[in-house]
């Protein structure tokens, strides 16, 4: 990710009336001149235009469509929804699990907060990344491969604070843009742990009774 976004602390919680609120709202000006900046450049080059909140619309729909694939593990539409250093990440540990997935509401509509543009080998190889803000209501449950819960549930729906990277290679006219990664934040609370499940011992029996 490149000039990763640094999500102010204790986004979503504080206003703009309140003293730390002020200080967000002073990052975010320095931050949105960089952004600009950036889509300035896609401007001159003649690949992008129109307005910044365009770039928005399609990114919901490929995030959307991206926790559906993966519930259904579909391989060949995730590696059209996410790109290739994102895909080992979302598919690691889950070949054995099922995961349910839904997404209910968004809390707040999704909003650019980050964009930059920089080349790759040579200055025409120009890749464009955008983080969107996403505060969505979602529901999570994941199972292990026995079916036994491992983490969240289907009825208990929560709250969630997101920060989604996708990336474009702008100089392919037809090209889409594909999940990059998340920023986490340093102030973002722990992860619920993962329920894990034993087998309980059985009661103690004789040779004889045991082998039967």
């Given at each position: 990710?490149m000039?990763?976004?640094?999500?102010?602390?204790?986004?979503?919680?504080?206003?703009?009336?309140?003293?730390?609120?002020?200080k967000?709202?002073?990052?975010?000006?320095?931050?949105?001149?960089?952004?600009?900046?950036?889509?300035?450049?896609?401007?001159?080059?003649?690949?992008?235009?129109?307005?910044?909140?365009?770039?928005?619309?399609?990114?919901?729909?490929?995030w959307?469509?991206?926790?559906?694939?993966?519930?259904?593990?579909?391989?060949?539409?995730?590696?059209?929804?996410?790109?290739?250093?994102?895909?080992?990440?979302?598919?690691?540990?889950?070949?054995?699990?099922?995961?349910?997935w839904?997404?209910?509401?968004?809390l707040?509509?999704?909003?650019?907060?980050?964009?930059?543009?920089?080349?790759?080998?040579n200055?025409?190889?120009?890749?464009?990344?955008?983080?969107?803000?996403?505060?969505?209501?979602?529901?999570?449950?994941?199972y292990?491969?026995f079916?036994?819960?491992?983490?969240?549930?289907?009825?208990?729906?929560k709250?969630?604070?997101?920060?989604?990277?996708?990336?474009?290679?702008?100089?392919?006219?037809?090209?889409?843009?594909?999940?990059?990664?998340?920023?986490?934040?340093?102030?973002?609370?722990?992860?619920?742990?993962?329920?894990?499940?034993?087998?309980?011992?059985?009661?103690?029996l004789?040779?004889p009774?045991?082998?039967?």
């Amino acid at each position: 990710i490149m000039d990763p976004y640094v999500p102010p602390e204790g986004d979503a919680r504080l206003t703009s009336l309140s003293k730390d609120g002020v200080k967000q709202q002073m990052q975010k000006l320095r931050q949105t001149a960089a952004s600009q900046l950036a889509w300035d450049l896609w401007g001159k080059t003649g690949i992008c235009g129109g307005k910044l909140g365009f770039v928005g619309k399609p990114l919901f729909l490929c995030w959307n469509e991206q926790g559906s694939s993966l519930c259904s593990f579909n391989k060949q539409k995730l590696h059209s929804l996410v790109t290739e250093r994102c895909y080992p990440d979302m598919v690691r540990g889950n070949r054995y699990r099922s995961i349910c997935w839904k997404f209910l509401e968004s809390l707040e509509p999704p909003r650019v907060v980050h964009l930059r543009c920089d080349s790759v080998l040579n200055r025409g190889n120009l890749y464009g990344q955008v983080t969107v803000r996403m505060h969505s209501r979602q529901i999570l449950a994941i199972y292990d491969r026995f079916g036994r819960l491992m983490h969240g549930g289907e009825e208990i729906p929560k709250d969630v604070l997101e920060y989604v990277v996708f990336e474009r290679y702008l100089v392919n006219p037809y090209g889409t843009w594909r999940m990059h990664g998340k920023i986490v934040p340093e102030w973002a609370p722990p992860k619920d742990p993962i329920l894990k499940t034993v087998l309980i011992p059985g009661p103690a029996l004789p040779p004889p009774q045991e082998h039967e």
